[in-house]
């Protein structure tokens, strides 16, 4: 008895001596974690250069550099805490330990997963600040390049037809919008000599979007009620649904009904015959007849 | 939300010196004072003019005037206008003015170019229009849609309502009648017992 538990002591000792080992070597690792911690304060230097980015002056090769180092590290500390956690597994599945010990195990892996989830998230959102910031950018640039030079405005036009095309709903409107495009091509090989045409493409500019506004709304309409429908076929399945259960109420309801007819029918029949039974004089005159000789009997075995 | 005018007029984008020629004409003016209405058309008849020589070919434009807003649309020479107030959905109008100018081009075709001076004679559904469209429902068929849908949301929540007090009803019924049963069982025993019990009695 006492060497089964010192045994099982010594296996707990070995276990709890593997695991601790196993910690010392994540221990080990924890700079690599410092490093995650780094990695991290790293990152919130990348974004940091990336938000300080101007149209000119981006570093993109410094960022760039830091995020492959960064996601380097991230997937090194990954991959070690997965084998921490097999290690754990394994120790829970192979022999029978004490709570304590899966707890223990169970909580420093699950802590490190979150704090490399946390590390990660940081890191993600990072880099979704420097690609908006590149966006604007992007269309900063477009805006200078379009008071700059008259090119992007024909594409720019040209790019609202295809666009209101898919949500135009009127047939009308596809034909002013292809006369639109082809009324201003042929503005554009006079535009070196002719000055007057520079307003005149501006207010086509403006009338694009008062156009545009009166196709989105008609699209935004669209949306409505197409959502409203939805809604209704959602509201007519519950509707379904609730009028399907309370028939099955109704079914019971019924069968109560019927079980109550049984047994009233039954007990009727019970007072049926307890009414013939004690209406019928015959019986109860040979009642009082076998009573009264008893009585008799009685009578005549204490005297006689 | 009301139509005040609506105006069918012939654009020509080519000259732009000359005023566009009116071809037809419909104005709702009963709400002005009995005096005022003769320049109330007059000043309906210049902006309604004005507009569609600044509105180019195939474009829908949309000016705020004192409390009305000016419609209206070019399509290929053929300008029609709508004198609004502020309220009147602006996809609806520009839906009104889109039937109105159908259905000029199903009656007139293309006589409509050759003509040069103000035409007075009125077009009869032009003067019914302005009255049908006075609610933006009637023109608009998605606004109408939408209307219906809401109503029928509304009445679908009303029996989904009426569904749920029917289920509480029923479920009182299935509580009485479950009582009603145990209560005919223990009647039922209570006959058998004494009928059997005083065979001998």
Known sequence: MMNVKSGQGSSYRERTQEFSSIAERLRKSFPSLNAGVSANNVGVGVGAVAKRTSVFDDPTVEIQELTAVIKQDITALNAAVVDLQLVCNSQNGSESISSDTTTHSTTVVDNLKNRLMGATKEFKEVLTMRTENLKVHESRRQLFSTSASKEPANPFARQHPLANRSTANASTSPPPWVKNSSSSSPLFPRKQADGESQPLIQQQQQMVPLQDSYMQSRAEALHNVESTIHELGNIFTQLATMVSQQGELAIRIDENMEDTLANVEGAQGQLMRYLNGISSNRWLMIKIFFVLIAFLMIFLFFVA | ?201
Request: glycine share 4%; net charge neutral; hydrophobic share 35%.
């Open chain 2, 1 to 201: 939300m009301k139509i005040t005018a609506l105006l069918v007029l012939k654009c020509d984008s080519r000259s732009d010196g000359s005023d566009p020629v009116i071809l037809a004409n419909a104005t709702d003016v009963n709400h002005f004072g009995y005096f005022q209405r003769v320049t109330v058309r007059q000043f309906i008849v210049f902006v309604g003019r004005t507009v569609a020589k600044r509105t180019p070919p195939d474009q829908r434009h949309s000016v705020q005037h004192e409390e009305y807003k000016v419609h209206s649309y070019n399509r290929n020479g053929l300008c029609v206008v709508g004198f609004m107030d502020d309220h009147y959905p602006v996809r609806s109008a520009f839906s009104v003015l889109n039937k109105v100018i159908d259905e000029y081009q199903k009656c007139f075709g293309e006589t409509w170019r050759n003509i040069q001076a103000d035409s007075t004679q009125p077009w009869p559904y032009l003067n019914e229009a302005l009255t049908k469209f006075q609610d933006p429902g009637e023109a608009d068929n998605l606004l109408k849609i939408q209307r219906e849908l809401d109503e029928t949301k509304i009445i679908l929540h009303k029996t989904i309502d009426s569904v749920l007090e029917r289920g509480e009803k029923l479920d009182s019924l299935v509580e009485k009648s479950s009582d009603l049963s145990a209560a005919s069982q223990m009647f039922y025993k209570q006959a058998k017992k004494t009928n059997q019990c005083c065979t001998i009695l």
